[in-house]
């Protein structure tokens, strides 16, 4: 059951506003506007963010649940019973239990920034598997994070699946890969996803769906900027890009201003010039040695690797 829920907010945190509106101002008043990521999860688009994961042309998550499920015996051979799994950013993951089903683990620790998301989801867990123990941990995980005590004695897998690393920049994955190694501990293995480089058609398509449910989660953030720091953007005057970006091996996401326009978020004032854009996101992909040496910059040796060819997507092992 849930042992125990353990807050490691920082101030920052605590203050989502703060931040937010801090990273908007900044990145609007860059000569290439950008806002990171991570300020697409608001509730609706972590709803958004779930229904892209069931879209036909966004294959990550079904490709990792394959693997997860199709090598179940031999991640159990490689992996072995009785580790602490430490889960970075667990969300609603559904592929949780496939992995735990496979190597009957002695405790689970998801650690996630959204604390109620993680409080049901624990539960549920919990629930589902009633001999384990499970520590919710509420804290950002791309900062150093205390685990608790009671799971010290005990070998650790990190699980960093959906190949959420690859919306970093390669030198904010390296400090956040350096982090968990330190974390876990000598003799400790991560099991991560990476989505891997491929033919431009499928990353734009997974990207820009027909349904138009990737621009909704884009458009999304503009939304949130007027619901939440009292903007007055025009979002209807704003459409969806995804681009391949070649040289660093990356999807962007843009929202692309479709006329001149001037707005303001909480009282300054911001133009847009018609085509000019605000760079919302970065899905790196990673080739095999890519990949290995990225992990490696990290301080985690890769030892096995499960391949889903069609289309391309990595579940990789490593060890401390
Ligand atoms: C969460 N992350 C791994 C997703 C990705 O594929 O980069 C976020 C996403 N953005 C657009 N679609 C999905």
Partial sequence: GVVRHLRQVDADHAGVDVAFRADVHAGLSQAQKAIPARWFYDATGSALFEDITALPEYYP??????????????????????????????GSSTKTPLLLDAISPAAYVPVDISGDFLRDSAEQLAERFPGLPVYPVEADFTQPVPLPREICPLPKLGFFPGSTIGNMVARTAIDL????????????QLLIGIDRIKDRETLIAAYDDPAGVTAAFNLNLLERINRELGGDIATANFTHRAVWNDVNARIEMH???????????????????KGETIHSENSHKYG?????????????????????????????????
């Fill in 288 to 320: 095999p040695r890519d990949a290995s040496l990225l992990l490696r910059a990290g301080g985690w040796t890769p030892v096995a690797s499960w391949d889903d060819a069609d289309p391309a997507f990595a579940l990789i092992l490593a060890e401390a």
């Fill in 177 to 188: 890969l350096r982090i968990w190694r330190k974390a876990l501990g000598d003799g400790s």
């Fill in 255 to 273: 929202l692309v201003a479709e006329c001149d326009m001037d707005f303001t978020v909480d009282g300054r004032a911001y133009h847009m010039a």
């Fill in 61 to 90: 998550t079904r490709s990792e649940t394959d693997l997860l499920k199709r090598h179940a015996a031999d991640l159990a051979q490689a992996i072995g019973p009785g580790r602490a799994v430490v889960e970075l950013g667990s």
